[in-house]
């Protein structure tokens, strides 16, 4: 079947732009994380959806990341007023209820100019 | 401070020579274990995970690893690598037991020279 798919693969924007990342899970996948991969920071965990609980947002750096999961299913990530520090690979990862797998989508390539 | 060390950043093998990479935890209770591997411009792959119980485990592309509770240690083996196993690893943390989120080594880029 189909995995995770996120959308752009890359993107390009200037600084101080608004930018959305998109994640198409796996369906019937109910939990959904973010995560973003950089050089400087490694692998880090953004934020957590599961259901119809309130998203686990501990990990997102600033008040300029949010995210949204719409009908437990497609969720966007949007950073405001981007930074250079926001370069990074976005993943977005699924996971079945009664697994622990995550199954991570290829990521969207995102660099501020 | 809690964390996951992966301590070796680049590791060459030939192909046909067995591989071992190296990660430690640093938690007060055993947490669940995994190893993901990523190869260029690709997503995550799962490899293995340990829960608890046989602290061997085997997992897909004839990896294994091997949990030493007494060293903090999960370190991922392979008998004989291929070349396209050429690749990086991560071994990665569920510290809450809840699939939560995962915490993540620094990672090790593997080169397989032929």
């Known amino acids: 079947g189909a995995g995770v798919s996120q959308s752009p693969s890359n993107k390009v924007t200037e600084k101080g732009k608004d930018v959305e990342l998109r994640c198409d899970p796996i369906s019937g996948h109910t939990a959904l994380y973010w995560y973003r991969q950089s050089l400087g920071q490694g692998l880090e965990f953004l934020i957590y959806f599961q259901g119809n609980s309130a998203p686990d947002k501990s990990g997102l750096p600033s008040d300029r990341f949010s995210a949204e999961r719409t009908g437990g299913s497609v969720s966007t990530l949007t950073i405001q007023r981007t930074q250079q520090e926001d370069s990074a690979v976005y993943l977005c990862a699924s996971r079945a209820g009664h697994s622990y797998e995550q199954y991570f989508g290829p990521g969207t390539r995102l660099t501020v100019t | 401070a809690q964390s996951v060390t992966q301590p070796d950043i680049h590791i060459t093998v030939s192909e046909g020579a067995s591989l071992e990479l190296r990660c430690n935890y640093s938690?007060?209770?055993?947490?669940?274990l995994f190893w993901y591997v990523q190869s260029p411009g690709q997503g995550l792959q799962l490899l293995l995970k340990?829960?608890?119980?046989?602290?061997l485990v085997q997992g897909i592309k004839g990896f294994e690893a091997e949990f030493k509770r007494s060293q903090s240690s999960f370190n991922l083996r392979k008998p004989s690598v291929h070349w396209s196993d050429a690749a990086e690893y991560f071994c990665?943390?569920?510290?809450?037991?809840?699939?939560?989120?995962?915490?993540f080594g620094t990672g090790t880029r593997l080169q397989v020279t032929l």
């Open positions: 938690y007060g209770a055993t947490p669940y």
């Open positions: 340990y829960f608890s119980g046989d602290t």
């Open positions: 990665a943390v569920d510290v809450t037991g809840t699939a939560s989120k995962l915490t």
